[in-house]
């Protein structure tokens, strides 16, 4: 039988624009794509790479979403979203950040990212200077190094239990600062931001022209206190960008569906990149998204304390293996340790924790440079795969701490 021949090289080079040298990525994927290829060849990998929640869409929101299929929701909608989802995600908004919200307001787009994208594409210039958290989602730096702006990494540190610095956000504030990224809960440390921080990021803003990109979709999943919100502020709300969405709080990650809330005139913009890219999100997809605003929320409470049970278990595990020492995070379901004291560089730990103990978890520094010293575990996973992956990493630590 004839074997099918590689496709012939080509004779002409792809002329790649030079921006596509400034996109990054986000790692976890790839570490799936390749732990998936491990499975392909037999073995066994817990995953705790993935920043997905391993239940299942609540029932209401699945059969809202099928019934809105037979009903003919499958045609394309308006740009900025179905007007009966902005009403329910204006009104949700309004009501958790203690503010008035206008549907107007509010942009859905498939997926939290496009409001990244869109947000930062809309406002910032060639030049101009983007401060955002490091460690901190992947997505940030690379959008903003894209568009041939300036990323400004703010440290998030340890020491500070993984919370913002303000004295030294303030120190980074320049004539170029164009817009500030904070994301609370934090992901990949679990840090929040307390109210009294939030006040005080909004008094080194001051008067200044300078806007806040506030990642809000780990917002239903806190441990310790309450969440707090830029977007409360009154002096702050005409100068504050909401990303939230559906993935982390209804395990709707496969649904796209996210929205951000901002000024009305900034949506109109954002409104028109979302033309430009997607024209809209699916309608059948935004009917099932306001039935998990306004339906039952008891799973998002079950799923939440699950979470929970398993942080305080994996925190204290990690804390008994040598070489590793954890902090307790405060919100979203991912647990960042501390593994200076096993030898090994971040990247090749999680790389050999991999291919060799089948646990599959993130490098800190596919989150920034300041992520080095530190990797990332998903608790996203049963109790019993997670108690898996623990053994191995203890099993494999014990043949391989570097001295």
Same mark, same amino acid.
């Given at each position: 039988?004839?074997?099918?021949?590689?496709?012939?090289?080509?004779?002409?080079?792809?002329?790649?624009?030079?921006?596509?040298?400034?996109?990054?990525?986000?790692?976890?994927?790839?570490?799936?794509?390749?732990?998936?290829?491990?499975?392909?060849?037999?073995?066994?990998?817990?995953?705790?790479?993935?920043?997905?929640?391993?239940?299942?869409?609540?029932?209401?929101?699945?059969?809202?979403?099928?019934?809105?299929?037979?009903?003919?929701?499958?045609?394309?909608?308006?740009?900025?979203?179905?007007?009966?989802?902005?009403?329910?995600?204006?009104?949700?908004?309004?009501?958790?950040?203690?503010?008035?919200?206008?549907?107007?307001?509010?942009?859905?787009?498939?997926?939290?990212?496009?409001?990244?994208?869109?947000?930062?594409?809309?406002?910032?210039?060639?030049?101009?200077?983007?401060?955002?958290?490091?460690?901190?989602?992947?997505?940030?730096?690379?959008?903003?190094?894209?568009?041939?702006?300036?990323?400004?990494?703010?440290?998030?540190?340890?020491?500070?239990?993984?919370?913002?610095?303000?004295?030294?956000?303030?120190?980074?504030?320049?004539?170029?600062?164009?817009?500030?990224?904070?994301?609370?809960?934090?992901?990949?440390?679990? /840090?929040? *931001?307390?109210?009294?921080?939030? $006040?005080? %990021? !909004?008094?080194?803003?001051?008067?200044? #022209?300078?806007?806040?990109? &506030?990642?809000?979709?780990?917002?239903?999943?806190?441990?310790?206190?309450?969440?707090?919100?830029?977007?409360?502020?009154?002096?702050?709300?005409?100068?504050?960008?909401?990303?939230?969405?559906?993935?982390?709080?209804?395990?709707?990650?496969?649904?796209?569906?996210?929205? /951000?809330? *901002?000024?009305?005139?900034?949506? $109109?913009? %954002? !409104?028109?990149?979302?033309?430009?890219? #997607?024209?809209?999100?699916? &309608?059948?997809?935004?009917?099932?998204?306001?039935?998990?605003?306004?339906?039952?929320?008891?799973?998002?409470?079950?799923?939440?304390?699950?979470?929970?049970?398993?942080?305080?278990?994996?925190?204290?595990?990690?804390?008994?293996?040598?070489?590793?020492?954890?902090?307790?995070?405060?919100?979203?379901?991912?647990?960042?340790?501390?593994?200076?004291?096993?030898?090994?560089?971040?990247?090749?730990?999680?790389?050999?924790?991999?291919?060799?103990?089948?646990?599959?978890?993130?490098?800190?520094?596919?989150?920034?440079?300041?992520?080095?010293?530190?990797?990332?575990?998903?608790?996203?996973?049963?109790?019993?795969?997670?108690?898996?992956?623990?053994?191995?990493?203890?099993?494999?630590?014990?043949?391989?701490?570097?001295?």
């Amino acid at each position: 039988m004839p074997t099918k021949s590689a496709a012939p090289p080509s004779l002409h080079p792809l002329p790649v624009a030079n921006r596509m040298s400034r996109l990054g990525t986000e790692t976890a994927f790839e570490v799936l794509v390749r732990a998936r290829a491990l499975e392909a060849q037999g073995r066994h990998i817990v995953h705790l790479e993935i920043g997905e929640p391993d239940f299942d869409t609540p029932a209401n929101v699945v059969e809202a979403g099928v019934e809105a299929i037979r009903h003919g929701w499958t045609h394309y909608g308006p740009a900025a979203g179905l007007p009966d989802l902005r009403s329910a995600i204006a009104e949700y908004v309004g009501r958790t950040r203690n503010t008035s919200v206008a549907p107007e307001e509010v942009v859905v787009v498939p997926g939290g990212k496009p409001i990244i994208f869109y947000v930062i594409l809309a406002l910032v210039d060639e030049g101009d200077e983007v401060i955002y958290p490091n460690p901190g989602f992947p997505i940030y730096e690379s959008v903003v190094k894209f568009l041939g702006a300036r990323a400004v990494p703010l440290k998030v540190r340890e020491e500070r239990d993984f919370s913002l610095d303000v004295k030294e956000l303030a120190s980074l504030i320049t004539s170029r600062t164009k817009l500030i990224i904070l994301n609370s809960p934090h992901n990949p440390t679990g /840090g929040t *931001m307390s109210a009294a921080d939030v $006040e005080r %990021v !909004a008094e080194a803003i001051g008067d200044r #022209n300078i806007f806040v990109l &506030s990642d809000e979709i780990y917002s239903r999943l806190i441990y310790e206190g309450t969440h707090a919100s830029m977007f409360s502020l009154e002096e702050m709300r005409d100068r504050t960008i909401l990303l939230d969405g559906f993935s982390k709080t209804y395990a709707m990650t496969g649904w796209r569906l996210g929205y /951000g809330v *901002m000024r009305r005139d900034l949506a $109109e913009h %954002v !409104a028109r990149l979302a033309i430009n890219c #997607n024209s809209c999100t699916a &309608s059948f997809t935004q009917v099932a998204g306001a039935e998990a605003l306004r339906g039952d929320q008891d799973s998002v409470e079950r799923m939440r304390a699950q979470f929970e049970r398993r942080r305080d278990y994996v925190v204290e595990r990690l804390n008994r293996i040598p070489g590793f020492s954890c902090r307790m995070p405060k919100g979203a379901f991912y647990v960042f340790p501390n593994i200076t004291g096993t030898g090994w560089k971040s990247k090749e730990i999680a790389s050999a924790l991999l291919e060799e103990a089948g646990v599959a978890c993130l490098s800190g520094t596919a989150f920034g440079e300041f992520g080095e010293g530190y990797i990332r575990l998903s608790v996203a996973n049963s109790i019993e795969n997670i108690t898996a992956a623990l053994d191995r990493i203890e099993e494999w630590g014990g043949r391989h701490r570097r001295r």
